[in-house]
């Protein structure tokens, strides 16, 4: 049972506790906030020699998630303006959600899969939730699908390229609290494969899908460069491309009627959103930083710096 504050977005709710200070010290605030209580009864099943995902947590790379839960689900207000910075900016609109008791039963099947780390070359992911009046006490009736898949494979002697893919998509009236939204970056800094140029929760869509390309070159272009003391650190130079597309169907009716700007990439002249850059990977052997131009919904070229943990 739990009694909670919820955000919209799993993958996004990992990094809560970082999240929480930038808040508190620059009012940027990542997630969309709701009331939750009730709860959830699981059977996981998981295979695999343990992997390390972070800190002192380690997981099985193979798993299957089956579930049933009943949950309340209530507005979250905002209650304060406080920041130590930035005191004369308001923090970002939090949605409204649909009100109402849920009932959901759901499955995800992970091979090889997990949002923050890559186990082999190749994984994915396959979920689906259903709430549905008529086989469960609901007041939603919806069919949500997502899915994940990455991919690495070596081009030259020294080099990988690497691909990422998600998409999701619903049937039936999908609640604004389960709306996919296309992750973006958070005060200069990124997750891996998240969009470095886009504004915060700027696009969301019942329906959506991402691709991402990452070219490693390895160490070869310090190495033919020779810069010095650069190329004996490891330090790897990529180039890559990301573009995105979401789009609201079914709920078209609440997204036009709602208070909150609930935009699409549907909804802009581009219809995608893209963008390329170039990154060096593996300074001082954990970090990695960025130079993304973002090339769509403006009129030239914007670019921004990011920073992140390596790719390994």
Request: glycine content about 6%; aromatic content about 18%.
């Amino acid at each position: 049972f739990y009694d909670e504050i919820r955000t919209t977005d799993y993958i996004n709710s990992l990094r809560f506790q970082s999240q929480s200070i930038l808040a508190l010290l620059t009012k940027n605030d990542f997630y969309d906030y709701y009331y939750c209580r009730g709860f959830q009864f699981e059977l996981n099943l998981s295979y695999g020699q343990l992997r390390f995902l972070r800190r002192d947590e380690f997981i099985r790379p193979n798993r299957l998630n089956i579930y049933f839960k009943s949950e309340q689900h209530l507005n979250a207000l905002k209650n304060t303006d406080f920041s130590i910075f930035n005191s004369s900016k308001a923090f970002r609109d939090n949605p409204l959600i649909r009100e109402g008791n849920l009932n959901a039963i759901g499955l995800e099947l992970n091979y090889y899969y997990h949002p923050l780390r890559r186990f082999e070359d190749i994984g994915f992911q396959i979920g689906v939730e259903v709430s549905n009046p008529n086989l469960i006490n609901s007041d939603f009736d919806y069919t949500r699908i997502y899915t994940g898949l990455i991919l690495r494979t070596n081009t030259f002697a020294l080099s990988k390229l690497d691909i990422g893919i998600k998409a999701g998509k619903s049937f039936g009236k999908l609640p604004p609290q389960r709306f996919f939204s296309l992750e973006s970056s958070i005060s200069g800094i990124s997750a891996q494969r998240a969009f470095r140029g886009m504004n915060l929760k700027e696009f969301y869509g019942n329906e959506y899908w991402s691709l991402s390309f990452e070219h490693n070159f390895g160490e070869i272009i310090p190495g033919i460069l020779r810069i010095p003391n650069i190329a004996e650190f490891g330090i790897e130079f990529i180039t890559y491309a990301n573009i995105g597309w979401s789009n609201f169907t079914n709920v078209a009716d609440f997204v036009e009627n709602s208070s909150f700007n609930y935009n699409s990439t549907e909804n802009t002249a581009d219809k995608y959103y893209y963008e390329v850059g170039l990154g060096l990977n593996k300074l001082l052997l954990f970090f990695r930083v960025d130079i993304t131009a973002r090339l769509s919904q403006l009129s030239s070229p914007k670019f921004f710096f990011t920073i992140t943990t390596a790719n390994f």
